[in-house]
Structure formats: structure tokens, C-alpha cells
């Protein structure tokens, strides 16, 4: 359990364990930044102890290896494949006035790479707090043993700990008394003594704090509205806060002591409770936020522990997973983890009732476009009769294909139509045809060849018996694990594929025997430079019989010898392409955010063209300032484009020095100021020409 941090109390965080997915920096400049600390060309967990868990062998996530608080925030929500961030923050019980001096001291002599922070502030606009404006938080980086401040606002004194250590505590805090902060912990307060202390208290925020949820709200709002309802239990309540937190993990497949790209990392969700906000409730980075202007704050402690759709929908929109997102679709797919956790508390649903039901057999009678339709709950529907007709296991088996598969996303709703009838191997055609989603050529080819449907899945709910339309239940979400450390035996060159005949070549992976060489993808584009040496994260997949495929990322150590970059908006790399010598093919990798905002989306921002050796073109790509790099890739089919002696690259540019040639001397790609180049292709080797 976490707990408080306060002069007298322990905070343990545990968090661990998990390996990120490719991260998204696309900076030029990270090589000035060294954050990454690698050595001898090990993987990142190299130098780590195997731990045993749950008679689970856990492999690190190596997190440790990042001096860079904002890559570890990347890494943990590109692993998880959430919406919005989780909150980094831990409460200490206090709070600090602006401009009153106080020294701070912990339990250790923290160094730089140990990124421990504190960090005051609260979210949102307070009526006589901050002079009624909504503030960015003052965060500080504690350096030894004390830390001396003077805020220059007011707020709720947090720590950040980005080691996620379990032993950090705050030892005192002089010079100036902070103010102590009326506290609730979950299975450890009184309740009675609780509300004396609000009494009491010159506190502008009380907290309440559960396993994996806190909250933190207005003093004043607790006085009026709460602490003299008689039907108010908050012990009651937050206990089921953390139910929430785990049946909402539980829909995406994610959990503690799961290892790789499905582990849950512990942290908070943090419930903020300011004046006004958008809608009745919200969401954001960090945050849920439970406003008083519509009672919703009040509304979380004086209503039914039964009866909270609001924070089951507003939790769920930082699970959202993105790739079923598409246009018109963030207050519809939310729902999916609401309904589940619906389901398990209340016993209820929200989508089984006459006048949805009514609104269904509307739609389905009068052949509606799924996409044009308005109504969110009648868009719902779709999306959890499949989880009636496949079982409990059908969205965290697809939550987890979602994590551990190399997707080139062109289309995220025909992607979803092929993916999803992959998981319940069946053709759904029939299903999305029913509930008017139009179908590609391409996907209908994909999906045509499963086995056809035995059962009517779209009457699920609205045949009115109550009773779910089963297809078949997915069996149980059980997830392959990878039992030993790996190590990188060499440097690998940029465009390598590595297969079955040439994995133990490159990787010596002990006794791993679950590992699929064919599926090792590497994350080229995110690549890190460290002492003079590039590092990129790499996805290593493994399966075992019967259990779902999982994914573990590691930095291998590689080279970009004949490669080009392709640079968008300012420094911001998005493309790099060069040549697979194995395969004698050309290799294009990029990035999923447009060229360069700053243009006209519709100007051409590069024109590449490769000619054989008669001139002849062999292929033309045309990029638009609003492209992408990694969408241009899989519509253009550039993944299997072969070259021969003297092939070459023409490359026209919108703006100069937006191509780059890898110099191998200088070990960089390397500057100049064209907007046109040609490059040859000479015994394998990529050479600039100069007309």
C-alpha cells in the first residue's frame, strides 16, 4: 500500500517491472542530453538481479537507466498504451504558504540520478487561493539531505520520486510551520476524528487517500457538504475507489504483477476538486477533476457507492486506449471500462434498458451509417456486444494485441474490424455490416477466410431477455513471460532483420526458448546517443503455448551507417531511410506525427524518387507538409522496394537541410544546405553525387 508522507510516516511506491514500448522523442538534440546511461553494449537490465515474484520470474524495466523525468513519463504511458498520464505526485499531508521560507529534510542524501523532487501546487482555479488563478506547480529537484524554499504560491506540498523507491520519507520541515492538512487514509482513519480535525483546521484542502486513488478537496466544501450528511462513509468509499482502479486495469489487461508492456505501474490517480471545470466532470494529464460548481464533488461522497457513472467514466478516459479512438468516439469507447466496472459493482448496465434498446432497433431499421450516428450510448452498444458475445477476456486480449504488435495504423477503424475478428477468430463482417461500418476491399479480404458466426451477436441487448448472445468465451487472459536476461553481442547496423538464422548472432538470449525471432522490431527513429554510441529500443516478443504473446523492450546497441534523415518542423526528426544490404532492398522507418505544422498541410515538403540504373523510375513518393512519415510508409507499400549497383535517391526539399547523409567519420548525419540531392548506391554504400 502507499501511504502518506509525512515527518513520522513511510511512503512505499512500488513501482516495477514493466519495459516501455518505442518511445516518441523525435528531438535531434537528445544526444546533448545523455540520458541514458549505458556501458560495455549490455541491454538495460543487464546489470540487473532476475527477482523472483509470485514464483514469476520479473525482469527490470530499467527505468533507472533515464536521467530524463520526462522520457520516464513517455515510457510509462506508451507502455501501458493509455490516453492521459496517471499522477507522478505523492501526498505528504502538508501545505506551504507562498512566500514563507522552509527547509525540508528527508531520510537519504539524495543524488541528480536519484530524480527525487518535491513539487506545490493543486490544479485548477480556487476562489481566494493564488488570487484566484489557476497555476503551473513549482517543482524542485532535492539534492542531498535538505531542501530549502520559498514558494512562490500556495499549495499542497507533494513528492515526485522518479526511482519509485519504497523507503523515502520526509524527516521534518522548520524555519516555517507548514500547515497540517487534514488526511484521510483508507482503513486507518477515524472518521469522526477526521471531520473534528476539519473543524479545526486552517487547512485550504483536506485529502483522502485510498491504495491507488487520492483525492485532494476544498476545506470549505467538506465543512458545507459533507461532514454533516448522515449517509456519508468514506472509508466505504474509497474502498471501492481502489475497486474502480482494478477493475479498470482489468478491462485493458493490465495488473501489478504482470511483467512487460502489461504491467500496471502504481501510481496514483489523483482526484482534484477547484471551483469550476469543463462539463460536470473531467479529465486530463494527472488528474480526474471533480469540480463544486456542479456538485460533483459532493456528489462522490453523499451519492451511492452504486450510482457513480461519472467517476467510473472520468477514470476510464485515462485508460482509453488510442487506436480505438477514432473520430467522434472519445465519450463512446471510455464507456467500454465504465459498463465493466457498471457491471461489477452495481450489477447493472447503462446500455440494457427500453429506450437505448429502442434507439438500437432505430438504428439497425433504418440502415444508419455507424459513424454519422449521434447518440453515444447507441454507439456503445456495438462496442460491448462483443464483449457479451466473447466473454470478460475479449478487451484485455485485445488491449494486449494492441501493446505487443508491431502496428503500422493507417485506418483505426478498419484495423479495428480486422482486429478484433483476428481475436474472436470470426469473420464479423456480418456484425459491422449490421451495425453500418463500411468495410475496405482489403479488410474484407483479411477477415473473409475465419470461420463464420453461429450466433446472432448484434441482438445482444436488444432481444431484451437480459441474458447475453454468447458466441464463445475467450479463455483466460494469461500472458507468456520472459524468464532470463538477454545481452546484445554487437552493434547492428541500421535496416538489419533479424530472423531465427541470425538471432544468436546478434543477442545471446540464455535459455529463453519462448522468444520470436521473426517479430524483434527495432525502434530506429527513437534512437539515444550515448558516449559516442546509438542506442535504440527494441521489441522483443515472445510466446508461449496457449498464452497470450508479450512484449519486452530493450536499448541494443546499433549503428546507421547508409542511412538518410529526414528531418520536419524545426530540428524534429520523422523519417529515415537506407539500405538493407542482407535483402538488397531499401529500408523506410518514420515517425506517426505530421512533417512540419508550420507549412500548408497540402505543400509538398519532399519528393523522393529512385531510379534504376537507365534512369528509369522505379518508384515516386510524394510527402505533404501534413504527412507522415509512417503512414506514407504502409500506404506506399515502401517496406519491399529492391535496389541494385547503381540505383540512386532523389530527393527534392521544400526548405534546405531538411536531408541528411549518416557520416560514418563523424558518426552523425551531416548538415548541408541543399533543398535538392541525388545519392548513388555503390557497392552496397550509400554516396552523395554532386551534379
Given at each position: 500500500m502507499?501511504k502518506?508522507l509525512s515527518?513520522?510516516t513511510t511512503v512505499?511506491?512500488?513501482?516495477?517491472?514493466?519495459?516501455?514500448?518505442l518511445?516518441?522523442n523525435?528531438?535531434?538534440?537528445?544526444?546533448?542530453?545523455?540520458?541514458?546511461n549505458?556501458s560495455?553494449?549490455?541491454l538495460?537490465d543487464?546489470?540487473?538481479?532476475?527477482k523472483q515474484?509470485?514464483?514469476?520470474l520479473q525482469?527490470?524495466?530499467?527505468l533507472?537507466?533515464?536521467?530524463d523525468?520526462?522520457e520516464i513519463?513517455?515510457?510509462?504511458?506508451r507502455?501501458?498504451?493509455?490516453?492521459?498520464?496517471h499522477?507522478?505526485?505523492?501526498?505528504?499531508g502538508?501545505?506551504l504558504?507562498k512566500g514563507?521560507e522552509?527547509?525540508?529534510?528527508i531520510?537519504?542524501?539524495?543524488?541528480?540520478?536519484?530524480l527525487?523532487?518535491?513539487?506545490i501546487?493543486q490544479?485548477?482555479?480556487?476562489?481566494?487561493?493564488?488570487?484566484?488563478?489557476s497555476v503551473?506547480?513549482?517543482?524542485?529537484?532535492?539534492i542531498?539531505e535538505?531542501?530549502?524554499?520559498?514558494?512562490?504560491?500556495?499549495?499542497?506540498?507533494?513528492?515526485?520520486?522518479?526511482?519509485?523507491t519504497?523507503?523515502?520519507?520526509?524527516?521534518?520541515?522548520s524555519?516555517n510551520?507548514?500547515?497540517?492538512?487534514?488526511?484521510?487514509?483508507?482503513?486507518?482513519t477515524?472518521?469522526?476524528t477526521?471531520?473534528?480535525?476539519?473543524?479545526?483546521t486552517?487547512s485550504?484542502?483536506?485529502?483522502?487517500i485510498?491504495?491507488h486513488v487520492?483525492g485532494?478537496?476544498?476545506?470549505?466544501?467538506?465543512?458545507?457538504?459533507?461532514?454533516?450528511?448522515?449517509?456519508?462513509?468514506?472509508?466505504?468509499?474509497?474502498?471501492?475507489?481502489?475497486q474502480i482502479?482494478?477493475y479498470?486495469?482489468?478491462t485493458?489487461?493490465?495488473?501489478e504483477?504482470?511483467?512487460?508492456?502489461?504491467?500496471?505501474?502504481?501510481?496514483?490517480?489523483?482526484?482534484?476538486?477547484?471551483?469550476?471545470?469543463?462539463?460536470?466532470?473531467?479529465?486530463n494529464?494527472?488528474?480526474?477533476?471533480?469540480?463544486?460548481?456542479t456538485?460533483?464533488g459532493k456528489?462522490?461522497?453523499?451519492?451511492?457507492?452504486?450510482?457513480?457513472?461519472?467517476?467510473?467514466h472520468?477514470?476510464?478516459?485515462?485508460?482509453q486506449?488510442?487506436?480505438?479512438?477514432?473520430?467522434n468516439?472519445?465519450?463512446?469507447?471510455?464507456?467500454i471500462?465504465a459498463?465493466?466496472?457498471?457491471?461489477?459493482?452495481a450489477?447493472?448496465?447503462?446500455?440494457?434498458n427500453?429506450?437505448?434498446?429502442?434507439?438500437?432497433?432505430?438504428?439497425?431499421?433504418?440502415?444508419?451509417?455507424?459513424?454519422d450516428?449521434?447518440d453515444?450510448f447507441?454507439?456503445?452498444?456495438?462496442f460491448w456486444?462483443?464483449?457479451l458475445?466473447?466473454?470478460d477476456?475479449?478487451?484485455?486480449?485485445?488491449s494486449?494485441?494492441?501493446?505487443t504488435?508491431h502496428?503500422?495504423?493507417?485506418?483505426?477503424?478498419?484495423?479495428?474490424?480486422?482486429?478484433t475478428?483476428?481475436?474472436?477468430?470470426?469473420?464479423?463482417?456480418?456484425?459491422?455490416d449490421?451495425?453500418?461500418?463500411t468495410?475496405?476491399?482489403?479488410?474484407k479480404?483479411?477477415?473473409?477466410?475465419?470461420?463464420?458466426?453461429?450466433?446472432?451477436?448484434?441482438?445482444?441487448?436488444?432481444?431484451?431477455?437480459?441474458q447475453?448472445v454468447?458466441?464463445?468465451?475467450?479463455?483466460?487472459?494469461?500472458?507468456s513471460?520472459?524468464?532470463?536476461e538477454?545481452?546484445?553481442?554487437?552493434?547492428?547496423?541500421?535496416a538489419?532483420?533479424?530472423?531465427?538464422?541470425n538471432?544468436?548472432?546478434?543477442?545471446d538470449?540464455?535459455?529463453?526458448?519462448?522468444?520470436?525471432?521473426?517479430?524483434?522490431?527495432f525502434?530506429?527513429?527513437n534512437?539515444?546517443l550515448?558516449e559516442n554510441?546509438?542506442?535504440?529500443?527494441?521489441?522483443i516478443?515472445?510466446?508461449?503455448n496457449d498464452?497470450?504473446?508479450?512484449t519486452?523492450?530493450?536499448?541494443?546497441?546499433v549503428?546507421?551507417?547508409?542511412?538518410?534523415?529526414?528531418?520536419?518542423?524545426?530540428?524534429y526528426q520523422?523519417?529515415?531511410v537506407g539500405l538493407?544490404?542482407?535483402?538488397?532492398?531499401?529500408?523506410?522507418?518514420?515517425?506517426?506525427?505530421?512533417?512540419d505544422?508550420?507549412?500548408?498541410?497540402?505543400k509538398?515538403?519532399?519528393?523522393?524518387i529512385?531510379?534504376?540504373?537507365?534512369?528509369e523510375?522505379?518508384k515516386k513518393?510524394?510527402?505533404?507538409?501534413?504527412?507522415?512519415?509512417?503512414?506514407i510508409?504502409f500506404?506506399?507499400?515502401?517496406l519491399?522496394?529492391?535496389?541494385?549497383?547503381?540505383y540512386?535517391?532523389e530527393?527534392?526539399?521544400?526548405?534546405?537541410?531538411?536531408?541528411r547523409?549518416?557520416?560514418?567519420e563523424k558518426n552523425t548525419?551531416?548538415?548541408?544546405?541543399?533543398?535538392?540531392s541525388?545519392?548513388?548506391?555503390?557497392?552496397?554504400t550509400l554516396i552523395?553525387?554532386?551534379?
Amino acid at each position: 500500500m502507499k501511504k502518506i508522507l509525512s515527518v513520522v510516516t513511510t511512503v512505499a511506491i512500488s513501482i516495477s517491472s514493466a519495459l516501455s514500448l518505442l518511445l516518441d522523442n523525435q528531438q535531434l538534440e537528445q544526444r546533448e542530453r545523455g540520458d541514458i546511461n549505458m556501458s560495455n553494449g549490455l541491454l538495460l537490465d543487464n546489470s540487473q538481479q532476475l527477482k523472483q515474484a509470485k514464483n514469476n520470474l520479473q525482469i527490470s524495466d530499467g527505468l533507472d537507466q533515464f536521467n530524463d523525468i520526462n522520457e520516464i513519463e513517455k515510457i510509462i504511458l506508451r507502455n501501458e498504451n493509455r490516453s492521459f498520464q496517471h499522477s507522478f505526485l505523492t501526498p505528504t499531508g502538508y501545505f506551504l504558504e507562498k512566500g514563507k521560507e522552509y527547509l525540508i529534510k528527508i531520510n537519504k542524501k539524495a543524488k541528480f540520478v536519484n530524480l527525487l523532487y518535491i513539487s506545490i501546487g493543486q490544479f485548477g482555479v480556487y476562489e481566494n487561493l493564488n488570487n484566484d488563478q489557476s497555476v503551473e506547480f513549482e517543482t524542485q529537484q532535492i539534492i542531498g539531505e535538505t531542501l530549502n524554499i520559498a514558494p512562490k504560491i500556495s499549495g499542497m506540498l507533494y513528492l515526485k520520486d522518479y526511482r519509485f523507491t519504497n523507503a523515502v520519507k520526509i524527516l521534518s520541515i522548520s524555519k516555517n510551520d507548514p500547515i497540517k492538512v487534514p488526511t484521510f487514509i483508507v482503513g486507518e482513519t477515524n472518521q469522526e476524528t477526521f471531520f473534528n480535525e476539519i473543524k479545526a483546521t486552517n487547512s485550504f484542502f483536506v485529502e483522502i487517500i485510498s491504495q491507488h486513488v487520492f483525492g485532494t478537496f476544498q476545506t470549505e466544501m467538506f465543512k458545507n457538504q459533507i461532514i454533516n450528511s448522515s449517509s456519508v462513509n468514506i472509508n466505504n468509499t474509497i474502498l471501492v475507489w481502489d475497486q474502480i482502479w482494478k477493475y479498470s486495469n482489468e478491462t485493458y489487461g493490465l495488473n501489478e504483477g504482470y511483467s512487460g508492456v502489461a504491467k500496471k505501474y502504481q501510481q496514483f490517480i489523483h482526484i482534484s476538486n477547484p471551483d469550476t471545470g469543463p462539463g460536470y466532470a473531467s479529465a486530463n494529464n494527472y488528474r480526474v477533476t471533480f469540480q463544486n460548481k456542479t456538485d460533483a464533488g459532493k456528489n462522490l461522497f453523499v451519492r451511492k457507492i452504486t450510482d457513480q457513472w461519472g467517476l467510473w467514466h472520468e477514470i476510464g478516459h485515462t485508460y482509453q486506449t488510442p487506436q480505438y479512438n477514432w473520430s467522434n468516439l472519445t465519450e463512446v469507447t471510455v464507456n467500454i471500462s465504465a459498463l465493466y466496472v457498471q457491471k461489477q459493482i452495481a450489477n447493472i448496465n447503462n446500455l440494457d434498458n427500453e429506450n437505448n434498446i429502442k434507439k438500437v432497433k432505430d438504428f439497425f431499421a433504418n440502415d444508419k451509417d455507424f459513424n454519422d450516428e449521434g447518440d453515444l450510448f447507441v454507439k456503445l452498444t456495438m462496442f460491448w456486444q462483443l464483449q457479451l458475445a466473447f466473454g470478460d477476456y475479449f478487451y484485455p486480449t485485445l488491449s494486449q494485441f494492441y501493446r505487443t504488435n508491431h502496428l503500422g495504423i493507417v485506418d483505426k477503424q478498419q484495423d479495428f474490424v480486422k482486429i478484433t475478428s483476428k481475436i474472436a477468430n470470426r469473420n464479423l463482417i456480418p456484425f459491422f455490416d449490421k451495425w453500418g461500418v463500411t468495410m475496405t476491399n482489403d479488410t474484407k479480404k483479411a477477415i473473409e477466410q475465419l470461420p463464420s458466426l453461429k450466433k446472432n451477436i448484434w441482438e445482444n441487448i436488444v432481444n431484451g431477455t437480459h441474458q447475453p448472445v454468447i458466441e464463445w468465451q475467450l479463455p483466460k487472459y494469461q500472458l507468456s513471460t520472459l524468464k532470463y536476461e538477454i545481452t546484445s553481442k554487437k552493434t547492428i547496423n541500421f535496416a538489419t532483420k533479424i530472423t531465427e538464422t541470425n538471432l544468436n548472432d546478434f543477442f545471446d538470449i540464455s535459455k529463453n526458448t519462448n522468444i520470436l525471432a521473426n517479430e524483434i522490431s527495432f525502434g530506429w527513429i527513437n534512437y539515444y546517443l550515448k558516449e559516442n554510441n546509438y542506442y535504440v529500443p527494441t521489441k522483443i516478443l515472445v510466446k508461449d503455448n496457449d498464452l497470450l504473446s508479450n512484449t519486452y523492450i530493450y536499448f541494443v546497441p546499433v549503428s546507421f551507417v547508409n542511412s538518410l534523415q529526414f528531418i520536419g518542423y524545426s530540428n524534429y526528426q520523422r523519417g529515415i531511410v537506407g539500405l538493407d544490404q542482407k535483402n538488397k532492398r531499401f529500408f523506410f522507418t518514420g515517425s506517426e506525427i505530421g512533417l512540419d505544422a508550420s507549412q500548408n498541410k497540402e505543400k509538398e515538403y519532399y519528393q523522393i524518387i529512385i531510379k534504376n540504373q537507365k534512369k528509369e523510375v522505379v518508384k515516386k513518393i510524394i510527402f505533404k507538409a501534413d504527412d507522415n512519415f509512417n503512414n506514407i510508409i504502409f500506404v506506399n507499400n515502401l517496406l519491399d522496394i529492391p535496389y541494385q549497383e547503381s540505383y540512386t535517391i532523389e530527393i527534392e526539399n521544400l526548405l534546405k537541410n531538411k536531408t541528411r547523409l549518416f557520416n560514418v567519420e563523424k558518426n552523425t548525419w551531416e548538415s548541408n544546405d541543399k533543398k535538392n540531392s541525388k545519392y548513388l548506391i555503390k557497392n552496397d554504400t550509400l554516396i552523395a553525387v554532386f551534379d
